[in-house]
C-alpha cells in the first residue's frame, strides 16, 4: 500500500514538461497589465499633468523621482566574479596580456 509520502514523491519527480506556456512565450496577463499601465502613463504624460507635477515637488522628492525612474532606462551593473586566487588561473594581468596579444593578432 502507498502512503502519502510514496504518492507525494512521485508528483515531484522530473520528467518532460507536459503543459503550460512554451518557452519563451509572453504571459498574457503581464502583457495586459503592461499595456493598461503604459497607456495610463502615456495619458498622464501628454496631457503636462506628469511634468507638472514633477516640477511642484520638492527639490529633493524630484530628484529622488529622477533616481527611482533612471532604474527603467538604464541598464543595471552585473557583477564581476573577480577571485584572487592563482591556482591554475592566469592573473589579470596575464590575461590582459593574452587579450592584448589577440588583439594585435587579429589586426
Known amino acids: 500500500m502507498l502512503s502519502w509520502?510514496?504518492?507525494h514523491s512521485r508528483s515531484h519527480m522530473k520528467g518532460k514538461k507536459t503543459g503550460g506556456r512554451q518557452k519563451g512565450t509572453p504571459n498574457?496577463?503581464?502583457a495586459f497589465s503592461k499595456a493598461i499601465i503604459e497607456h495610463i502613463l502615456e495619458e498622464y504624460n501628454?496631457?503636462?499633468a506628469m511634468a507638472k507635477d514633477?516640477?511642484?515637488?520638492?527639490?529633493?522628492?524630484?530628484?529622488?523621482?529622477?533616481?527611482k525612474l533612471m532604474?527603467?532606462?538604464t541598464p543595471k551593473p552585473q557583477?564581476?566574479?573577480m577571485s584572487l586566487h592563482t591556482s591554475g588561473r592566469?592573473?589579470?594581468e596575464n590575461q590582459l596580456r593574452e587579450l592584448s596579444e589577440?588583439?594585435?593578432?587579429?589586426l
Do not use: W, Y
Request: hydrophobic share 40%.
Open 90 to 92: 592566469l592573473t589579470i
Open 79 to 81: 557583477s564581476v566574479d
Open 5 to 7: 509520502h510514496d504518492n
Open 71 to 73: 532604474a527603467f532606462v
Open 28 to 30: 498574457k496577463a503581464t
Open 54 to 67: 514633477i516640477q511642484d515637488l520638492e527639490p529633493k522628492d524630484r530628484l529622488d523621482i529622477m533616481v
Open 102 to 106: 589577440e588583439n594585435e593578432e587579429a
Open 46 to 48: 501628454d496631457t503636462g
